[in-house]
């Protein structure tokens, strides 16, 4: 496989359950991201991680949790979700935190939360 | 006042026209640009990014810059309905990482 690969491409979860989302990148990229996009509104960073480390935290609720165990695979974690949580959640990566090439992104995550 | 800018559109161009993307930013030292070109349920896929002031050309695509005015566009030549999506303009901001700062796009509709 190439490029970033997003799993599930679709989730629907109750407002008490546990899920988690996976994104996986076949770049050696260095830098990964986890952006949220919903309806009229621009993607919004949530977290990034360099080479397993989060250095960034963009305010986000802790019923959203992130993992990253390694520079090729990164996690996001959902727990008790609320219903304005329903977006798609796009995973990015780049080669580093320093290139000016833009991002690479994933197919997404399509989240329902009931 | 929003760091990234763009009309929501949707702009309409007939086929073989020229169209012409629009984006403004807030932040003056903000470094690089970039173009995504988003379809309706797909993820967004990078057509070009700018560094400089003035033109950058790709195939059909050209990127303008003017950091005096804050400004960056996106030139479409010959027009095909498959251009028909929304582009979002990123912005990266100045210090430290590579967090990009996107607009809510502009959807273009191309029209036979």
């Known amino acids: 496989e190439t490029g970033v690969t997003q799993t599930p491409r679709h989730l629907v979860m109750g407002m008490t359950n546990k899920k988690s989302l996976k994104c996986e990148q076949h770049l050696g990229h260095n830098a990964m991201y986890w952006y949220k996009q919903s309806a009229k509104k621009p993607l919004e960073l949530m977290f990034v991680?360099?080479?397993?480390?989060?250095?960034e935290n963009n305010s986000v609720p802790s019923r959203f949790s992130p993992e990253c165990p390694n520079s090729s695979h990164l996690f996001l974690h959902l727990h008790t979700l609320q219903p304005e949580d329903s977006a798609l959640y796009l995973c990015a990566s780049s080669q580093d935190l320093t290139q000016n090439y833009g991002y690479t992104f994933g197919s997404g995550t399509r989240l329902t939360v009931v | 006042q929003k760091e990234v800018e763009q009309n929501s559109g949707p702009l309409s161009v007939p086929e073989g026209a020229i169209a012409s993307l629009n984006c403004t930013y807030s932040?003056?030292?903000?470094?690089?640009f970039f173009w995504y070109r988003q379809y309706s349920g797909k993820s967004p896929e990078l057509i070009m990014f700018i560094y400089s002031n003035g033109d950058k050309e790709d195939g059909r695509f050209t990127a303008q810059l003017n950091k005096a005015s804050q400004y960056v566009s996106l030139l479409i030549r010959d027009s095909q309905p498959s251009d028909s999506a929304t582009y979002l303009c990123a912005v990266r901001l100045p210090g430290g990482g590579n967090k990009l700062t996107f607009g809510t796009g502009t959807q273009l509709k191309v029209e036979l």
């Open positions: 932040d003056r030292g903000s470094q690089s």
């Open positions: 991680y360099s080479l397993e480390e989060r250095v």
